[in-house]
């Protein structure tokens, strides 16, 4: 992740109420942040992030300005205040003034007093009901002529006068006064934050002001639980298969095999949350944020384009595609406008161009998610830089490292277009007849067709490390098509909205249903090969193999903030609801195949009554054979 605040990055900017305004600091642009003012986003780029900015008051005839608060200055006051002798709240088991709260209400004279031993709790008299406009003598209009002001000093003058007019503020606990500096310096102050976009920032930010069903109401805490139980970690260096120049006998190029034993660090996703749950695995095997050492110049340039550009669709991206082919892909015969009688005498050497079945991918460290529609709904991975939907993207950590196909693609591959239809093939003689955008569409289509037929093939080799699932789908049907994918002891992740989904599926892996088919009660299993079992395809009273998940479990958990007090800590009754959020967790396993036996290294021992004795030594896990009057034990 960058220290710095880079050119059209996305920051969270949190303001004095403590709701986060998300955006992207384009340069030259100037950002607004409603009562609290405006300010040019150039002053904040090339800033660390974490600091604290002051929104200082526009001179007539100068630009706005911000300032730096230092964090001793934000400190300062409630230093102060916890070392002020003034009000100050008495204490002591036998003060009965130290339980006194004052009440307001509507006139009623009332006393509650504790029935063990008589103090008083809360009491109220006619005297004591002061209305909050007559306890401050400034009026509104007042209030809105020292913020229009010149001089304000950000709010900060505001603030002193407000505490300075109030009339009953010696009437007030040191609780009570900090509660109320804290609401009038929200409301008033005039300074945020800037907080980089990391996954937990911008789970809580899109729980509390915007969606949260678009990410299935999962907490941050749920997706640190989720990442942490699929074992999801960086997964390698980077590998790549080689660039296949070779040529068959027909002339036409070589689709690089799949070598399994490079297949490693991989994990199969399924995500109904806009890539909220792509972006959590993808920061914590660090192909999220791009490295420190990319140009700021060229991310500025482009980031701009990208800016201003639409999402485009399927049919957009290949039309662009086709554009940058006619721009990357000149003909020798067709020289540009801009060429001199020099440049045409001494042409350049041309770079070797790769081929179109070369596999940008890597085999390692990647995400390879599974999605219903044309393309997966990534949208949330924009934040981060990343547009799934861009043809012509700029270098990011994602683009070789995740990864989509669709189910019909990995369950009955024979049926999709893109991956049964064989690739088109020209010779040079004819390709050099084309036109560009006829020969760009051509390139692109083989490349695409290379891409599809690496994903699916390698996602069909399996052995992945682990599986997460954050879906509205049945966890059942999720399950039946991607167990036979993980590797042995691969861990299993599935997080849902509620609990019922996760214990129809705990259950078709309890121990009754284990013992049944493994004792030979299922008549439909007899006689079936160990792959036959692995993707069976399910009864009603057997949905998934019993044997192919062990140490299942449902858990859950919450993070609450708690209000702490002397006799008055509490969770914070003004937490927002939604579902709670449940997490199903258990590991891959590989069910043996045969008899099980136990093997090692035995001693004869001699008996007096020459007979083997059951007993102490089978429960020790002794394995005795009848040889005479011998038996077998393994030595220690």
């Known amino acids: 992740m960058h220290s710095t605040i880079r050119p059209n990055a996305w920051v969270a900017l949190k303001l004095p109420a403590g709701m986060h305004r998300v955006l992207q600091v384009a340069p030259n642009t100037t950002i607004s942040l409603g009562k609290y003012g405006s300010f040019p986003a150039n002053l904040i780029i090339g800033r660390p992030y974490h600091l604290t900015f002051e929104i200082q008051d526009r001179q007539p005839g100068e630009a706005p300005r911000l300032r730096v608060v230092s964090p001793s200055e934000l400190h300062a006051e409630a230093l102060a205040d916890e070392a002020s002798p003034g009000c100050a709240t008495p204490t002591g088991p036998g003060s009965s003034e130290a339980a006194v709260i004052s009440a307001v209400t509507t006139g009623e004279e009332f006393s509650l007093v504790e029935t063990e031993s008589g103090n008083v709790v809360a009491r109220s008299n006619a005297e004591q009901l002061l209305d909050e406009t007559a306890r401050q003598t400034l009026t509104q209009d007042e209030i809105e002529a020292l913020k229009r002001g010149d001089g304000t000093n950000a709010g900060k003058d505001v603030i002193e006068k407000l505490l300075l007019s109030h009339t009953a503020l010696d009437q007030k606990t040191s609780f009570s006064l900090a509660k109320y500096k804290l609401l009038k310096t929200k409301k008033y102050i005039r300074r945020f934050q800037v907080l980089p976009i990391d996954v937990p920032n911008f789970a809580n930010w899109q729980l509390e002001e915007r969606d949260a069903s678009k990410v299935l109401d999962m907490r941050a805490e749920m997706i640190g639980l989720v990442g942490c139980w699929a074992n999801v970690h960086y997964g390698g260096e980077e590998v790549f298969l080689e660039d296949p120049q070779a040529t068959t006998e027909e002339g036409e190029e070589k689709l690089p095999a799949i070598q399994e034993e490079q297949l490693r660090g991989r994990w199969l996703v399924v995500d109904d949350t806009c890539g909220a749950l792509v972006a959590a695995m993808a920061e914590r095997m660090g192909v999220l944020h791009p490295e420190e050492s990319d140009s700021d110049s060229e991310e500025g340039q482009g980031g701009e384009e990208e800016g201003t550009k639409a999402m485009t669709t399927g049919e957009d991206a290949e039309d662009s595609d086709t554009e940058m082919a006619e721009a990357q892909d000149p003909t020798p015969s067709e020289p540009t406008g801009d060429a001199t009688p020099a440049d045409a005498a001494n042409p350049k050497p041309r770079k070797p161009r790769a081929s179109d079945f070369a596999i940008p991918f890597s085999q390692t460290n990647t995400i390879t998610v599974i999605h219903s529609a044309s393309q997966p709904n990534l949208s949330f991975l924009n934040y981060w830089g990343f547009d799934i939907t861009s043809p012509c993207h700029l270098p990011h950590p994602l683009l070789n490292h995740l990864l989509n196909l669709t189910w019909l693609q990995l369950l009955k591959p024979e049926l999709d277009t893109s991956y049964f239809t064989p690739p088109l093939v020209a010779d040079a003689e004819t390709l050099a007849g084309w036109k560009p955008s006829r020969r760009g569409n051509f390139h692109r289509k083989r490349r695409r067709w290379a891409r599809i037929r690496h994903i699916v093939d390698s996602t069909r080799a399996g052995n992945f490390s682990g599986l997460v699932c954050a879906s509205t789908m049945d966890p059942i049907s999720i399950l039946k098509h991607t167990l036979p994918l993980l590797a042995g002891g691969a861990p299993v992740a599935i997080y849902s909205p509620t609990i019922e989904p996760l214990a129809q599926l705990a259950d078709c892996f309890s121990v009754s249903r284990r013992t049944a088919w493994t004792s030979g009660s299922v008549a439909e299993v007899i006689n079936k090969s160990a ?60 069910p043996a195949e045969g008899r099980v036996e136990a093997k090692g290294k035995f001693k004869r021992r001699k008996t007096e009554a020459g007979a083997v004795t059951v007993g102490a030594e089978a429960a020790a896990g002794v394995v005795k054979a009848e040889t005479g009057d011998a038996a077998v034990e393994p030595e220690a």
Do not use: C
Request: aromatic share 10%.
């Open 531 to 590: 792959e036959e079992l692995e993707r069976w395809p399910g009864t009603d009273d057997f949905p998934l193999n019993p044997s192919l998940l062990l140490g299942t479990s449902i858990q859950t958990s919450r993070a609450r903030r708690w209000q702490v007090l002397p006799g008055r800590t509490h969770p914070l009754m003004t937490e927002r609801g939604g579902a709670e959020g449940y997490v199903f967790t258990a590991w891959r396993a590989k």
